[in-house]
């Protein structure tokens, strides 16, 4: 009820706003040469603009409920079409980028906790550092660069085959994994430092067996809370990468449908991204019982 | 852990299949299209200039243009004006065919038009640009006739683009417009195969081609819309013309063996247009200093790499109305510094330039003639705006500073284009002035067919316009192409809307 509360805030404010900074027939017109009143007026009508706000978000709404988003003001496209081509798009990249930055922050992370104070725990945290300082448009760019142009292996943009979601996922990956491997070093020095981990340790358990059995369960929920709040931030962070890397996502479509002013597009692109992080928030709560048995039995 | 495995090994198996990028087939050409997807291929409903090039692949008008703006026959084979102007008698080319194997004759005419103009045409943009037409009549199945409302001397060049393009009735009807918008069929050199949106569109060889086959098997256009991404995938062999290349990465591309770059003259012009309301620029004489402080060819030399030349209208040297005799204001701070003080405009007087915030280019040369001004004792601050904002409320609502960026590339090439919206009364993009003089002008010569004296007029206009200061005449921006070495006889057409009927891939 809470989630869908939300939702319906975030639409509402985003109808509201985005009418705010002008209607778009002048902008639809302007090829046309000169234009007249009665030109935009029936721009204006065909696009259901002349009618009230509240009339024009009630209608939004009610297709919602209908599974309808409405066409697009430039070209007449349904929306669901759009929607359906640009979320696989987007979810296959933020779930590649997570996926690669768990896969090398997890073990990473656990190296530098366990060597606190090494070299290799050095290395790590230096490398987390540049990860972190590293604008994710520049390191698109150099990774284009010497990735499909230098040594070409990757194509640099586009959503065509399998390899061309390389680059991208590394963009993104590079920086979460930057972020997550201090989140598993700290969770992991706290867990090491548990008596229970002590308990393992004097039964003769295998190192291994005690850091990833025992200890990363213990850590993983600090982890996946930070990785419901990641996702959020990526999904806001992604219109860049999308767009230099001309990946037909939804960052791709909402960013056009704000400069184009495409008031149905841009609604539906939030509506379903302000969905989907509810829905992520969820499982995120639900994952917690996976992890930790006392969370199941409250 | 079974299943683990095979995904892995799923995942590894299909990164080896696909470790060769993706390439096309030999003999199909892929361009970049920059402006965006137009999201439907009906003539009447956009006027971007993506579906301008695609819809020059796939529709054929009337009229047609070659690729230095002279108008020649299309599926018109011959026309004549009737009846005082006020009827002009088309006589149309006979065994052409749809791509869908419908014939064209006159009744697709009729229909191209009366839907044009009705109430579907309506919900577009294109319709203002032929409601001088009244009615088309079918007189047989090979002659039609246009009746005017009133005289529209450009008719005959807007027939050649946009939403004049001639579509298949059957086809339209049957299948309805929603599935027009995305399975367009023309009589034009290539067919359209498939359309994904925001991504591609493809195109193939129409063999029967009235005017000749085209040799390339294919085209494929890619919605690239950042210019650095594509010069990567021209780089990267992925794509054979780039459309919209940032002018400081022309030297990467030409250093490159396989590719080769072009400047040619565009439809593009920018002006610095003058608040003549409010501030220091209600003044002629100040604008005209203000004009006079900007040293413009060390702008294009310096920071466009001389792809531009200098204007003294608001218009390129293509444009039909341009006049050679008319100069641009001389650079001369001295004289610029003279007019300042007998206007009372003391040092230290401002003036604000709103401008594009997205446009790099345009930045650094708003930079530069904030210099220019500082030089002369007047201090410009710049305002970047979101694009849409500034050409959406800003400028028609009249909240400009006291200098605004201006751009227009009308692509009929025709200054009526450009002079009509940008100075007559009433007009959107005419938020301050209101001149009888210039109306009348303007008027007079969307009144007559006799071309002579249109130019005569369209000149009277641009030295009017020029006299009063009305803006500040930049450049005409060249259009600039990086291009794969493997095309071969490639035309470069100014407005950008290709026709790849000679061109070949080697």
Partial sequence: MQALFVVLVVTLLVSWAVRLTGDPSLMLAQGAGSVTEQDLANIRAHLGLNRPFSEQYIGFVNGLLHGDFGKSFIGATPVVILIEDALPATLSLTCCALLLSLILSIPLGIQAAVNKGGWSDQLIRIFSLIGLSFPNFWLAIMLVLLFAIVIPVFPPSGLDGPLSIVLPTVTMGIILTATNVRLVRTSMLETLSAQYIMVARSKGLRESVVLYKHALRNCAIPLITFIGLQFGSLIGGIVVVEKVFNWPGMGTLAFDAIAARDYPVLQATVTVLALLIVTVNFLVDIAYGFVDPRVRTR | ?506
Avoid at chain 2, 176 to 205: A, I, M, Q
Avoid at chain 2, 284 to 295: E, H, I, K, N, Y
Avoid at chain 2, 391 to 408: A, F, H, R, V
Avoid at chain 2, 441 to 467: C, G, N, P, S
């Fill in chain 2, 1 to 506: 852990m079974y299943q683990i495995k095979n995904f892995v090994a799923a995942t590894l198996i299909a990164l080896g299949l696909a470790v060769t990028p993706a390439g096309y087939a030999a003999g199909t050409l892929s361009i970049a299209a920059s402006a965006g997807d137009p999201g439907s291929w009906d003539p009447i409903d956009t006027f971007l200039v993506t579906w301008g090039g695609v819809g020059s692949q796939i529709y054929d008008g009337l009229t047609m243009r070659t690729a230095d703006m002279k108008l020649v026959p299309g599926l018109a084979t011959s026309w004549e004006m009737l009846d005082n102007d006020t009827r002009i008698r088309f006589k149309l080319r006979q065994n052409v065919k749809f791509h869908n194997g419908e014939p064209f004759y006159a009744q697709a005419v009729k229909f191209t038009f009366d839907r044009l103009l009705g109430s579907e045409g309506a919900k577009g943009p294109q319709q203002s640009n032929y409601n001088a037409i009244k009615e088309v009549k079918v007189i047989d199945p090979y002659t039609v006739d246009f009746i005017l409302s009133r005289p529209d001397p450009v008719l005959l060049t807007k027939l050649a683009g946009y939403g004049a393009m001639l579509v298949p009735p059957k086809y339209v009807t049957e299948k309805g417009d929603e599935y027009f918008n995305s399975h367009p069929v023309g009589t034009g050199p290539f067919k359209f195969v498939d359309y994904k949106p925001k991504v591609s569109l493809t195109l193939e060889r129409n063999g029967d081609y009235w005017d000749g086959a085209p040799k390339l098997d294919g085209i494929v256009y890619r919605f690239i819309a950042e210019p650095a991404t594509q010069v990567a995938e021209l780089q990267a062999g992925r794509l054979d013309i780039a459309t919209a290349i940032p002018l400081s990465m022309l030297d990467v591309i030409a250093k490159d063996p396989k590719l080769t770059t072009a400047s040619i003259n565009g439809p593009t012009t920018l002006a610095l247009r003058f608040n003549t309301k409010e501030g220091i620029t209600k003044d002629p004489s100040v604008r005209r200093a203000l004009t006079m402080a900007v040293d413009r060819d060390t702008i294009i030399k310096q920071m466009l790499g001389g792809n531009a030349e200098a204007v003294a209208s608001f218009q390129g040297k293509l444009s039909f109305g341009y006049d050679p005799a008319l100069k641009p204001l001389p650079y001369d701070p001295a004289e610029a510094k003279k007019l300042l003080k007998a206007a009372g405009i003391k040092p230290g007087a401002t003036v604000q330039i709103d401008f594009r915030g997205t446009d790099t280019n345009f930045r650094e040369v708003a930079q530069a003639i904030s210099g220019y001004l500082q030089a002369v004792g007047v201090k410009a601050t710049l305002k970047p705006y979101e694009t849409s904002v500034l050409l959406n409320d800003i400028i028609p609502n009249g909240k400009t500073g006291e200098m605004w960026q201006n751009q227009w590339g009308g692509w009929t090439f025709d200054y009526d284009n450009t002079a009509y919206a940008m100075y007559h009364s009433g007009q959107k993009w005419n938020p301050y002035d209101k001149d009888a003089a210039l109306d009348k002008m303007l008027d007079a010569q969307r009144d007559t067919y006799d071309q002579k004296a249109r130019e005569r007029i369209l000149r009277e206009v641009a030295k009017y316009v020029a006299d009063q200061s009305l803006e500040m005449p930049l450049y005409s921006l060249n259009t600039v192409y990086g291009i794969n070495k493997r095309v071969q006889n490639l035309t470069l057409p100014a407005d950008g809307r290709f026709r790849f009927v000679s061109e070949s891939i080697q």
